[in-house]
């Protein structure tokens, strides 16, 4: 196969992403890039994990071509992530060079994590391939919240990730705290860093009908939505439902924890352990429009990220959802946090379940409060916070590339 061509016949820039850490389907941040790149005229093909139902190696999804892979899937150790990423270089190499094979490409782009991508980008660098960075998380802060670990193998991480800032052409960073990592600690010059934030796109992102059976005959609904990991605070949430139900007597509220993380197992054991069954509904892996289905009928949503350097400095994308369905929210007080929500937002410690209990109930009894913080949060999405300001940033990356590229 050749390369495509516009209807001007001119032949389309064509750029290809990797992700490692989910499918594109359930990843809303490249999906959107994918989605600015082919309304500025690229074609795009992306290498990404199989869904645990998929059984075909190519298919397309929404204009983008998808060539995916059985993952190998870690069971949260040390070793087992270096085996899981080990795999998925070794499909990534060889995805790459079929997808150039068939329709050769102009420029590519790695999101983390992990930072392990940086000797792809150098390889395909020396065939005239620019290679973009996307940096979803800091992976050096990630280590430390999960394994509280500062030796060698964070030190490992660090390199890793320094080598990716020396390989990458451009660095695409997610707020402004970031982008200070990749200039401080990456050497990265101003020129070469691009701030794209994970904002959600209002037009497709808005509250829905309601429905009504997600309360399980309960008043009121409130939703987690995101990963389940060590560094994630689900366990804090637990502890604050446990307040809200068995010490200030509330039975009127359920809550529902959408998402999937190496620390869901034992976040069911502990909800068990305390006696919250009746209350609390783990939902797994859920796609988009499940997302829209909870987010449109929940009262209240919580960012229960517990004080750490890495959730200090990331913004949140749920916190984000939760404004996009002009939902309050009661979050722990982080920097990136309060600079995203600012009033759409109630802010708690995190490390008192009680005061978090507290929080949710005087919130949910404050329906005019509730309606005021849910229609600013929903202001910010679409203005300050609007995906066209970012993919306007997002897509003069590539455009600035091509073009180079071209000269």
Known sequence: MGPLRSTAGTAMPHVVIIIQNLPLRLDRRVRHECQALIAAGFAVSVICPKESSEEADRHELDGVVVHSYREYESTGGVASYFW??????????GLSLRIHRERPFHVLQA?????????????WKLWGRPFVYDQHDLCPEVYQARFG????????VLWHE??????????????????????????????????????????????????????????????????????????????????????????????????????AESLHAECTSRGLDPWVTFTG??????????????????????????????TMNKT??????????????????????????????GTDGRETARAISELLDDPGRRQRMGARGRERIENALAWRLQATSYVKVFADLTSARKR
């Open 285 to 314: 892996r859920v796609d988009h429009e499940e997302i829209g289905r909870w987010l449109s009928t929940a009262d209240l949503g919580v960012t229960p990220d517990p004080p750490c350097e890495f959730n200090q400095r990331s």
């Open 162 to 263: 320094r080598q990716t800032y020396r390989v990458a052409d451009r660095v695409i960073s997610p707020n402004p705290e970031y982008r200070e990592i990749a200039h401080d600690r990456g050497g990265v010059s101003a020129d070469r860093t691009t701030v794209v934030m994970s904002t959600p796109d209002s037009d497709r992102m808005r509250r829905g009908d309601e429905h009504p059976g997600l309360r399980h005959g309960r008043r009121y609904l409130v939703c987690y939505v995101g990963i389940m990991g060590p560094q994630d605070g689900v366990d804090h949430l637990l502890a604050a439902i446990d307040a809200y139900v068995h010490q200030l007597g509330r039975k009127d509220t359920h809550f529902a924890l959408l998402g999937f993380g190496d620390s």
């Open 149 to 156: 670990d500062d030796g060698r193998l964070h030190s490992a």
């Open 320 to 349: 984000l959802e939760y404004m996009a369905h002009e939902v309050p929210v009661v979050a722990v007080d982080l920097r990136e946090t309060r600079r995203c929500a600012q009033d759409a937002a109630c802010y708690v410690s």
């Open 84 to 93: 899981e990423f080990a795999t998925c270089f070794l499909h990534t190499v």
């Open 111 to 123: 999101c983390n994590p992990p930072d392990i991508y940086w000797p792809l980008g150098a390889f």
